[in-house]
Nanobody, 120 residues
Framework: QVQLVESGGGLVQPGGSLKLSCVGS????????ITWFRQAPGEEREGVSC????????YYADSVKGRFTISRDDAKNTVYLQMNSLKPEDTAVYYC?????????????WGQGTQVTVSS
């Protein structure tokens, strides 16, 4: 059974930090690129950060560059998103996505999301 489970969300004051985790099971995690998305109320889902499989190249949205850091520990089937200097506009439900393409077939899994609220 394929599962992606996010955790680590919560309420934090502006300027604070949170570390999100995304744990995968039921599929070969190390071969999948992992992307963090977020969706705020009334907004479309947007990509926040991505880390590739194998070589671990990272990408960030301009809005989070320099504040967020993505990393992976394939021994633990886990990807982390360290979020520093949080702003109210970072408030959203954060989702992780695992994706890969094998012989032309796309494999794509989503977690259930974790709420991040940045407020004083």
């Amino acid at each position: 059974q394929v599962q992606l489970v996010e955790s680590g969300g919560g309420l934090v004051q502006p300027g604070g930090s949170l570390k999100l985790s995304c744990v995968g099971s039921g599929f070969p995690f190390m071969y999948y690129a992992i992307t963090w998305f977020r969706q705020a109320p009334g907004e479309e889902r947007e990509g926040v950060s991505c880390i590739t499989a194998a070589d671990g190249i990272t990408y960030y949205a301009d809005s989070v560059k320099g504040r967020f850091t993505i990393s992976r520990d394939d021994a633990k089937n886990t990807v982390y998103l360290q979020m520093n200097s949080l702003k109210p506009e970072d408030t959203a439900v954060y989702y992780c996505n695992a994706g890969t393409t094998v012989r032309g077939t796309e494999y794509d899994y989503w977690g259930q999301g974790t709420q991040v609220t940045v407020s004083s």
